[in-house]
């Protein structure tokens, strides 16, 4: 059965250098990730979300953290050190303040199924959440398959109900809109639950990270 990742729960596990070498499956949007951050650069999709927000993040840097499944670690100096593991589960946090805004971005990623979840979420200056990104990519075991993720992007209407400013899409390697991929019965429940669960009105406390990172 594959391991699905919730970013809002899971948020666990960080050690030893990743080497997604040790497997075949193609390179993931995680090992990306992790390469930007240690390169300092900012994720294309992150920028549009925060600009989508109307926070700017050009010039800012972010506060970093990751879990090994000790409690969170927050990385200064040692970017090297973002995204090791020696667990099959990572998780990693950056979270920028612009203005009294918070723009934050989280992984989560089962190395041993190849399953990644990222959530972007933008608060408000009172804290409380505005609009929220959240994917889930599936990377197949081998090359025989091709990766496959789902996406979709609400933000936060009249009344404070969330209302969807991306509907729910299937994505491709690079993020941009598949058809429907070739589903087994696991992925057809994953994608079921998947939908059913939108975003809750919560504030940037409840994401509970370390608080230096907030400040």
């Known amino acids: 059965m594959r391991r699905t990742l919730s970013v809002l729960v899971v948020l666990a596990g960080l050690g030893c250098s990743i080497s997604f ?17 240690r390169a300092q650069r900012s994720e294309p999709a992150l920028v549009r979300f ?6 700017h993040l050009a010039g800012t840097t972010p506060r970093l953290a990751s879990d090994g499944g000790e409690g969170w670690k927050v990385v200064t100096v040692d970017r090297e050190s973002f995204g090791a593991a020696d667990s099959d589960l990572v998780n990693t946090a950056e979270v920028w303040t612009v203005k009294g805004s918070v723009v934050v971005e989280l992984w989560g990623a089962a190395l041993d199924v190849g399953s990644f979840g990222r959530t972007m979420y933008c608060f408000d200056t009172g804290k409380s959440l505005r609009l929220v990104d959240r994917m889930d990519f599936q990377v197949p075991e081998d090359e025989a398959g091709a990766a496959w993720g789902m ?15 991306i509907a729910f ?3 491709g390697q690079d993020e941009k809109p598949i058809p ?17 669960d939108g975003p ?10 370390p608080s230096s990172l907030l400040k």
């Open 21 to 37: 070498g040790q497997s075949d499956r193609p390179k993931s949007p995680f090992s990306s990730h992790i390469a930007d951050v």
């Open 50 to 55: 925060a600009e989508a927000c109307g926070v």
């Open 151 to 165: 996406h979709e992007r609400w933000r936060r209407g009249a009344g404070g109900k969330f209302i969807p400013s």
């Open 169 to 171: 899409e299937f994505i």
């Open 180 to 196: 429907t991929p070739k589903l087994d019965k696991d992925d057809r429940q994953l994608v079921y639950q998947w939908k059913k």
């Open 200 to 209: 809750k009105p919560i504030t940037v406390r409840d994401l509970k990270l």
